[in-house]
């Protein structure tokens, strides 16, 4: 555990401060009085900044692979690589080809592969916070900015546990007593121990106190989000609702989304800003056109926490779109564009303005497909805002996730809640299909009946239906599959289609049908923890043949 608990605070280029740069410079085994570092609320606010910093810029601790490394989005692309509905069609340069094709899971030994990453990731935003919180007995200022910058710092530390604990174990429900991550709660230094796995039910219980903590803070201060970069009051309570769901807290999801739909200045997507305009590409001449999508931009209506990036701050390659979006001069998405299944396109209909985020079936198949975004399926959901400045801002939360939730809750509530629960489906359907009040009006039932693909029988099938459209590419296809429990599958022929999957996953024939708890879906304790702390060994790794 040395490795992580010897970071510092400021991990990112964060100069503003004179006693952060102070701490820059001091070398990590050395023993830092943070308290005199941070000793007032300006000083706090600027190492929260650099904490929100490392959640969209590259991160060069693996520094051979740091360009499919890039924060909160990297992390998601990949539980989304890892589900049924993504498709990256070739390997291209590289990157994320082994999470679609689950072979980083067996490269848990390394430093630069995604068990490596994942872990020190969010345990440097643990790491940090912790030391902000450290001080909030302490620190000078502004009560109420105290207030909440700390309601900040809890907040991050729950969205970090909950991001570790889905990646590295299977999900809550029935797991409880299952191996979790070690829980810091404290600040760490070179010097200090290192902790057990505890069980999932111990993590869980960590993550629903911070969370507590933060929305009190947050209710108390009367501050309301000073940049769409914090996370704050509406965004907990969307982030409290994210993790009810896994823990099936049907009540407490309902509650939590429904508070958060009422984030002052947020609004859906309207039909016309939801349209996405498809940029092209040239394959004879490799020129490309800019599209038009409201996803590249934490200026559009509905998003609730995000990072604005600045031209300063863009990366031509180490990004979320150099990976999405296909019609440009960025070789990465290009070479290897991410489509979206066909089965679930085909349950677009054509009066649904969503159509437009994908191409069809255009006939050019995988086979023959060359350079650029001229393929079957490719996303165009996914654009840069700006291709020549290489900047697209990153969304973190939209307020379409809360209604999806809070309707998914309530029909699991029983039959007196689904009349809510459609009204909810209708706020988001309706501004995207214009025969969808005809089409959902007479289904009822809170069963799912299928996993991947079947036909829709019940409200619920259609809410998590809808929830796999609308939010494709935005929270980690892989953790929905793991909470949902129904088993999954890259492999289908329905009514003469067949799958787009190039792979699916051959290499465990006798699953085409995957169990729930499929081992492949969670990653290994990074071999580097194991080695340096002494209360993690290697009976506490994860089992790495399923059974």
């Known amino acids: 555990m040395k490795n992580i608990l010897r970071k510092i605070i400021c991990i990112s280029a964060i100069t503003v401060a004179a006693g952060c740069s102070e701490l820059m410079e001091t070398s990590p085994s050395n023993e830092v009085d943070k308290g005199l570092i941070l000793s007032d609320v300006d000083a706090v606010k600027v190492a929260m900044n650099g904490v929100y910093s490392t959640m969209y810029n590259r991160i060069d601790f693996v520094t051979a692979n740091a360009h499919q490394c890039f924060g909160n989005m990297a992390v998601t692309l990949a539980a989304d690589l890892m589900g049924e509905d993504m498709i990256q069609t070739a390997e291209g340069a590289g990157w994320f080809w082994k999470d679609y094709n689950y072979d980083t899971r067996v490269r848990y030994t390394s430093l630069i592969q995604r068990c490596y990453f994942t872990w020190k990731y969010f345990y440097e935003i643990i790491s940090n916070v912790n030391y902000i919180l450290s001080v909030e007995s302490t620190v000078t200022g502004d009560e109420d900015q105290i207030k909440y910058v700390m309601a900040q710092a809890y907040a991050a530390r729950a969205f970090a546990y909950f991001m570790l604990i889905q990646s590295f174990q299977q999900t809550y429900k029935g797991h409880e007593t299952l191996p979790g991550v070690p829980v810091y709660t404290e600040p760490t230094t070179s010097t200090s121990e290192g902790k057990g796995r505890g069980t999932v039910e111990d993590v869980y219980v960590q993550i629903n106190n911070d969370l507590e903590d933060a929305l009190s803070r947050f209710s108390s201060c009367g501050i309301e989000q000073e940049n769409i970069t914090n996370l704050d009051y509406y965004a907990t309570c969307l982030l409290k609702a994210r993790v009810a769901l896994v823990q099936n807290e049907w009540e407490t999801a309902a509650q939590a989304a429904e508070e958060a739909m009422k984030k002052p200045g947020c609004s859906l997507l309207s039909r016309e800003e939801a349209t996405v305009t498809k940029g092209t590409f040239d394959n004879s001449t490799k020129e490309w056109t800019t599209g ?108 379409e996730e809360a209604y999806l939730i809070r309707a998914e809750a309530l029909c699991r509530m029983g039959p007196q809640y689904e009349s809510e629960a459609r009204k909810m489906l ?122």
């Open 426 to 547: 209708m706020e988001i359907g309706s501004r995207r299909d214009t025969g969808y009040e005809e089409r959902i009006k007479d289904l009822t039932g809170s069963e799912q009946t299928f996993g991947s693909v079947g036909e829709v029988k019940t409200l619920l099938d259609e809410i998590l239906l809808q929830r796999r459209i609308e939010l494709w590419g935005e929270t980690g296809r892989i953790f929905d599959i793991l909470r949902l429990a129904k088993g999954w599958t890259r492999y289908w022929e329905v009514n003469g289609m067949k799958t787009n999957h190039n792979n699916y996953l051959s290499k465990y024939a006798e699953y085409l049908n995957f169990p729930a708890d499929y081992l492949e879906c969670i990653l290994m304790i990074p071999q580097t923890e194991i080695d340096n702390n002494p209360c993690i060994s290697d009976s506490d790794q994860n089992p790495y043949i399923q059974q």
């Open 292 to 399: 038009k999508t409201p996803f590249n931009s934490v200026a559009s209506s509905s998003v609730m926490w995000g990072a604005e990036i600045l031209s300063e701050q863009s990366s031509v390659f180490a990004s979320f779109f150099s990976q999405m979006d296909a019609c440009t001069d960025v070789y990465y998405a290009a070479e290897a564009p991410k489509c979206i299944s066909n089965w679930l396109y085909s349950q677009i209909p054509d009066t649904d303005i969503r159509k437009g985020w994908w191409n069809g079936d255009i006939g050019i198949p995988a086979e023959d497909w060359s350079y650029g975004a001229n393929i079957d399926y490719n996303q165009h959901k996914f654009q840069w805002k700006d291709q020549n400045a290489h900047t697209g801002d990153y969304i973190f939360m939209r307020l």
